[in-house]
C-alpha cells in the first residue's frame, strides 16, 4: 500500500513569513500534484509535477519534485491570509494514474 | 462553465435508505474517478473508469456501493442501505489519458449524511 506522509499537519503563521510543507513517500510515482482544498468543496489543481528534480513556480509558489520522484516540497514566501486552506498532495500511480493522497496540511496565515 | 460537476451537493438520508450520486465529467475526458473523504483526511480512491469500463475498485467498495457509466459520459455512484460510516464527502474527478502531465480535475463533491 503506498503512503503519502505530509508535515506539519497544521501551520498557522503570520502575514509576510515563509513557510514550507514536505510531502514523503517510499513510493515512486508517475507525476505528484498538489491541490488546495476550501471546506465543502473539492480539491482545486495547484500543480502537477512529472520530471524527478523539477521545480515549478506559481506566483509565490514553488514546487519541487524530488530526484527519485518519491517526495516533494511546497515553499510559499510572504504568505498572504488568502494562503489559508488545507494543502494536500497527491501521487500518481504508473499506468492507471490514481491518487494517493497525503492527510494534508492545514494553513492558516493570521493577518 | 465546463469543469466537473456533482449533483447533489449535499444529501441528508436515513440509515437503510438507498442514494445515488452524479458526475459529469469534463466533456473530453475519458477517464473518471470516484474518491471519499471523511473529515480530517485526504481523499481515498474507489474506482474508475476509462470510458465506460470500470477497470478498478478498492476494497472500500464494499457489495453496497455500485458505480456506473453507461455511456462513457456521466457516472452515477449509488450506496444501498446506507449507513452512518457511509457519511463523508464523495468526490469525482475527471482526466484524460496520455497527456504527458495526466491531471485529475475535481468537482465540489457530494457531502453525504446519514442519520
Known amino acids: 500500500t503506498q503512503l503519502l506522509e505530509q508535515s506539519p499537519q497544521f501551520l498557522s503563521i503570520q502575514e509576510g513569513e515563509n513557510l514550507t510543507v514536505y510531502c514523503n513517500s517510499s513510493?515512486?510515482?508517475?507525476?505528484l500534484q498538489w491541490y488546495r482544498q476550501e471546506p465543502g468543496e473539492g480539491p482545486v489543481l495547484l500543480v502537477t509535477?512529472?520530471?524527478?528534480?523539477e521545480v515549478k513556480k506559481l506566483k509565490r509558489l514553488t514546487f519541487q519534485f524530488g530526484d527519485a520522484r518519491k517526495d516533494s516540497s511546497l515553499h510559499i514566501t510572504a504568505a498572504q491570509p488568502g494562503d489559508t486552506g488545507l494543502y494536500l498532495c497527491?501521487?500518481?500511480?504508473?499506468?492507471?494514474?490514481?491518487?494517493?493522497f497525503g492527510t494534508g496540511t492545514r494553513l492558516t496565515i493570521i493577518p | 462553465d465546463t469543469g466537473v460537476s456533482q449533483d447533489p451537493r449535499h444529501k441528508i438520508t436515513k440509515r437503510g435508505q438507498n442514494v445515488t450520486f452524479r458526475c459529469d465529467p469534463i466533456s473530453e475526458h475519458n477517464r473518471l474517478y470516484w474518491y471519499r473523504q471523511t473529515l480530517g483526511q485526504g481523499p481515498e480512491f474507489l474506482t474508475y473508469f476509462q470510458n465506460e469500463a470500470q477497470l478498478e475498485k478498492s476494497r472500500l467498495l464494499s457489495d453496497r456501493f455500485s458505480a456506473e457509466r453507461p455511456k462513457g459520459s456521466f457516472s452515477t455512484l449509488e450506496i444501498q442501505r446506507t449507513e452512518q460510516g457511509d457519511s463523508a464527502m464523495y468526490l469525482c474527478a475527471s482526466s484524460l489519458e496520455g497527456t504527458r502531465q495526466e491531471t485529475q480535475y475535481f468537482g465540489p463533491g457530494t457531502r453525504l449524511l446519514v442519520l
Open positions: 513510493s515512486v510515482f508517475s507525476s
Open positions: 509535477v512529472v520530471t524527478g528534480g
Open positions: 497527491a501521487g500518481a500511480d504508473f499506468g492507471n494514474e490514481k491518487l494517493t
